[in-house]
Structures are given as C-alpha cells and as structure tokens.
C-alpha cells in the first residue's frame, strides 16, 4: 500500500541553519504531496503542496519539489528561526489508491536553538 | 485558524465509558475526516464522510463509529473504552472529497485520556 517516509527526528539547528528534512514515498497512483505542521499543543497546519511532478510548493521560506523520478518531496528552509520550532509532518493522498484520506509519515520534530 | 472547529478540547473519563466527539467542517466544505494520533501509532486515518455518506474507511476500530449531519458537523462515538483509546483525535474537513488535490484542513484536535 501507500506509505510515506521521513528522517527520524529530533533535529536540532541553530537560528539561521539550513534546514532539510527527508521525505519519500511509495505510491500506486499519482499521488498529491503535502507538508504539515504541528506547533506544540496545536492541531495541523497545511504549510504547503504540490500535486503533481515538478512542481514546487512554497510558503513562509520553506519550499519542497515534487520529484516523481527519485519519489521525493525533501522540505528545506534557508534559515531557520526559533519559532520554527514544531513536529513536521510530509503526507500524500492518492484517490486512485486510497480514497483520498492522507497517509502521514511519522514526523519530525525540530528544535531550533538561538 | 483552519475554519474547522472541534469541541471538547480536552476529554477525561474511565475504561468502559462511551464518549462523543463533535466537529464542524469550514464553511462549504462537504467532506469530514477524522483521525488518531498517538505516540505508538503515529497520524492514523478513521474514517471519511462525504456529503452525509460513509466514503472512505481506515482503521477504525469496531467500538468506534461515526456519522455526519445534514448540516454537515460530524460526530465521533468511541465506546467500551480502553486505556490505549488515549489519543489526540483530529477532525479534518476538505471542498470535495474525491480530487488528490484536494486540500484537508485540520481541527484543533480533542485529547482523550482514558484512566
């Protein structure tokens, strides 16, 4: 079935560090990718998406690329700030697979010292 | 502040007990999700509804069912249960509903504690 993979936290930065972390997966269908996060004590942020190869989706410095030929979707970030500080989450929904519901890789916590 | 809205934030009771978790989807969206989030298990999807119909089911337990209204909140029924019932469970609502691009919104979570 579907599954996502992602780097076994936690990972720890200094403000202003280069930020990647690793997330691939295995799909029968073309699937949709998402990166989520979760600030302590809250519920799930959309941060962004991308839905189909090659393409790059962006917000609030963070950026991933759909690569389809290495089935990838790595979320960087060029400089990292305390507040950054949460459990990143990557997903996928494939409807051609498995209906539509997300399929959660099992996070990624991320610390970022000043 | 995704729109979604889940209520009781937090949730307290005994083995054995039946509980109800509410969720109101953001306005216009026809279809609900929810989800379990614990420690062992990770992000687990339950179970979707759409438009008032059952469209999707994950692994959710036999003790657990759900449903959605007319007016499109949904509610989560978790009964006889368990310690390892302890979780944070999410309500997510999305437009559709049977599009990979659709976007899945996320509630603020209701934290079950079992004791």
């Known amino acids: 079935g579907d599954s996502v993979t992602q780097m076994e936290g936690p990972v720890t930065l200094s403000e202003e560090a280069f930020l990647t972390i690793n997330c691939t997966y295995t799909a029968t269908g073309y699937p949709s990718l998402f990166w989520y996060v979760q600030y302590p004590g809250e519920g799930l942020q959309l941060l962004l998406k991308a839905t189909k190869a090659d393409d790059k989706g962006s917000n609030k410095g963070f950026e991933a690329t759909y690569r389809k030929e290495t089935t990838s979707f790595h979320l960087e970030k060029g400089s990292v700030q305390v507040s950054d500080s949460a459990v990143y989450f990557c997903?996928?929904?494939?409807?051609?697979?498995?209906?539509?519901?997300?399929?959660f890789g099992k996070g990624t916590k991320l610390s970022v010292k000043p | 502040d995704s729109g979604v809205t889940q209520t009781p934030k937090h949730l307290i009771t005994a083995t054995g007990q039946r509980v109800t978790l509410r969720c109101s989807p953001r306005?216009?969206?026809?279809?609900v999700y929810w989800y379990q989030q614990s420690l062992d298990q990770g992000l687990q999807f339950l179970i979707q509804y759409y438009n008032g119909e059952e469209r999707a089911k994950g692994n959710i337990l036999e003790r657990f069912s759900a449903q959605q209204f007319p007016d499109l909140h949904s509610e989560l029924n978790l009964s006889s249960l368990e310690l390892g019932d302890s979780a944070l469970y999410f309500c997510?609502?999305?437009?559709?509903?049977?599009?990979?691009?659709?976007?899945?919104?996320f509630g603020p979570g209701t934290r079950l504690t079992v004791l």
């Open positions: 306005s216009g969206d026809l279809s």
């Open positions: 997903a996928l929904s494939d409807y051609g697979g498995s209906q539509g519901n997300l399929i």
């Open positions: 997510a609502s999305s437009r559709q509903g049977g599009a990979s691009t659709d976007t899945q919104y």
